[in-house]
């Protein structure tokens, strides 16, 4: 006898663990369902994804790697090889040193990195400190960890960056770590030396774990600042979270790492050994090419983005759309206010009557109310095209 649908929805009721049944799905990807409904003529800002393909010689690695046979299991850790060439890349570029066999764990994407040091470092109970508008699965990671997610505002009058005090003021008894994403998804900015040093000095205080998620460091348009691990008495209670996805075009791979004190790493790795065992052994060798060999590719990148960043805001602000120039990443995050409009109204409408996806900033926290991501992962002329849109959308608001 067939169980229609009705049944099967009433036996299941109370089967799903309560802290996940109310987890929201993420802000993103739901827009993105009405954009999938959409016809072809849609320009997407939408998804933060290089629209370069992978340089040509990491890619050919991987075909490489396939045709000699390299298609094993790796050390739950990783390819020894990888760890220390990340290793010697982050002495060389970031002034911090890490020891390739113990204190480097290589992952499945930067998302299973941080998935893996939350669940490792978190009691029930224990409170995450973390900045909105931030990326959409950080609050998630720390519920389903058992943790409490602490959100700081950041603000457009300071450029988004954080405000360390505003820090200072959330940590409780029950604090255990900060979580920063700088260049930050969605708004492209950055932190300061001595935003970094002030911060420092609050984490050694009171004894916290920091998590640095350093995804989108190599695309800083200015002067990039040390990396918060590299501070006096940091190195022994941060972990440097990194990948491949942004800086080489690499999302599809998904490759990631972290780097930190050989005990969180060994915390994480037991995680990581019960679930994903290791990363793909054949992203592995691609990621060490990328790292030998695909600087330049990934400076020729960057520098497209940084012309792209300065034609999206300027564009922006010429319509009345006021846009803070971001530091990194490839997100501009303009305020549409002006229009009346809601973030999740503007996006929705903007999609339908001017066949211009962008995500509503509410997506990245309650804070983000007021404001759109415009990912300018986006060829320039598409760029060109969408803004042309978008100012002739204003028009009819």
């Not at 016809?39 to 992978?54: N, Y």
């Not at 960056?161 to 029950?174: C, G, Q, W, Y």
């Amino acid at each position: 006898m067939r169980m229609n649908m009705k049944d099967s929805k009433s036996r299941l009721e109370g089967k799903i663990a309560k802290h996940i049944a109310t987890l929201p799905r993420s802000g993103i990807r739901d827009f993105f369902e009405l954009v999938n409904a959409m016809d072809d003529d849609v320009i997407s800002l939408g998804i933060g994804e290089p629209d370069f393909a992978t340089p040509w010689h990491i890619r050919e690695s991987a075909i490489y790697s396939i045709e000699r046979g390299h298609t094993s299991y790796t050390s739950n850790l990783g390819l020894l090889s990888l760890r220390k060439e990340i290793a010697r890349y982050l002495a060389q570029d970031y002034g911090i040193e890490y020891n390739p066999v113990n204190e480097c764990i290589i992952t499945v994407g930067v998302s299973e990195a941080l998935d893996i040091l939350i669940r490792a470092i978190t009691e029930p109970g224990d409170e995450i400190i973390y900045h909105e508008p931030c990326y959409v699965s950080y609050a998630a990671e720390i519920v389903m960890a058992g943790g409490v997610p602490v959100a700081v505002n950041t603000r457009e009058e300071n450029n988004f960056a954080l405000d360390p005090e505003d820090f200072r003021k959330a940590i409780t008894s029950k604090t255990k770590a900060i979580l920063l994403n700088f260049p930050c998804n969605p708004t492209g900015a950055s932190l300061s030396m001595e935003q970094k040093k002030q911060i420092a000095d609050i984490a050694i205080e009171h004894d916290l774990i920091v998590i640095s998620d350093e995804i989108y460091s190599e695309l800083t348009y200015n002067e990039r600042t040390p990396t918060i691990a590299s501070l006096p008495g940091m190195k022994e209670r941060t972990v440097f979270l990194h990948g491949f996805s942004k800086a080489f075009a690499m999302t599809g791979f998904r490759l990631g790492y972290a780097c930190g004190p050989a005990e969180l790493i060994e915390a994480m790795m037991k995680i990581h050994q019960y679930s994903m065992l290791c990363a793909s052994i054949i992203a592995q060798e691609a990621g060490e090419e990328a790292l030998k060999n695909g600087m330049r590719e990934m400076l020729k990148m960057k520098a497209e983005y940084q012309e792209r960043r300065n034609v999206i805001t300027k564009r922006l602000n010429e319509m009345g759309l006021k846009c803070v120039t971001p530091s990194g990443a490839f997100y501009a995050f303009p305020n549409i206010t002006s229009t009346g409009l809601s973030s999740k109204d503007f996006a929705t409408r903007l999609l339908c009557e001017g066949k211009v996806a962008v995500v509503p900033g509410t997506a990245f926290g309650k804070c983000g109310e007021g404001y759109v991501r415009c990912a300018y992962a986006a060829s320039m002329s598409d760029i060109y095209t969408a803004m042309d849109r978008i100012e002739k959308f204003l028009l009819t608001i």
